[in-house]
């Protein structure tokens, strides 16, 4: 599953760039000593690193999430659960009339409290072959708390591949990086990876051959 990655880690690595590393290392160390809560500055390069754009920053949801964080970032004994029952119900949108279960943000959240729990977003669904899930909130709900176990299943694997290894690596190697988690980089990785072979896939439908 992994060797692709490896196979490919120049333009995963170019995917990535140095910028990534950067605005991911200012996150983590800058949380332990600002008030995520009330620091907007913060609270922007946070949406634009974790791709927040279709949740309203005037949203219920937007306050909530970067209180909760601010509130619970020391907590290493919060669990996935507790923070999905605090987000039950809350709306995302300016107007305060439309909710749905963040899950890939609320993975995100836990993340950044602890920097070894897995993340979920588009290019993880894709690398790893998950199936949408259109069911109603409860159902979401139950079903993300096996997904991340799933992950967490995942990041082993991958912790026993020489082809992660490697690529790991390669990774610390050219971006010098200082609060990166292996696991983190695992992440990044399939990010990269995922977005390389899309625009590669774009380029070949455009008419510019890249494959064969």
């Known amino acids: 599953m992994y060797r692709p990655i490896r196979n490919e880690i120049e333009s995963v690595l170019q995917e990535i760039g140095q910028d990534h590393v ?3 290392d200012y996150l983590m160390t800058s949380l ?18 974790w791709v927040m754009r279709y949740i309203s920053p005037e949203s219920e949801f937007n306050k909530k ?43 995100k959240l836990m993340h950044m409290i602890d920097g070894i729990f897995p993340i979920y977003d588009s290019k993880v669904r894709d690398f790893y072959f998950i199936p949408e899930n259109s069911a109603a909130y409860d159902e979401k709900k139950k079903a993300s708390i096996a997904l991340v176990d799933y992950l ?11 082809e992660i290894s490697e690529s790991i690596c390669y990774f610390r190697k050219k971006f010098s990086p200082s609060d990166f988690s292996d696991q983190k980089i695992l992440d990044s990785l399939i990010w990269g990876y995922v977005k390389s072979r899309e625009k590669r896939i774009t380029r070949h439908l455009n008419g510019t051959k890249t494959f064969g």
């Open 152 to 162: 967490r299943y995942e990041q082993k694997e991958a912790n026993l591949s020489n």
């Open 22 to 24: 950067n605005d991911y």
């Open 65 to 107: 999430y970067f209180e909760y964080l601010e509130k619970n970032k020391n907590n290493s004994a919060l669990s996935f659960a507790e923070a999905c029952d605090h987000f039950d119900g809350v709306t995302t949108d300016k107007a305060g009339e439309k909710s749905s279960f963040q899950f890939s943000f609320i993975t």
């Open 32 to 49: 332990n000593f600002i008030n995520v809560a009330e620091d907007i500055e913060y609270q922007k390069k946070y949406r634009n690193f």
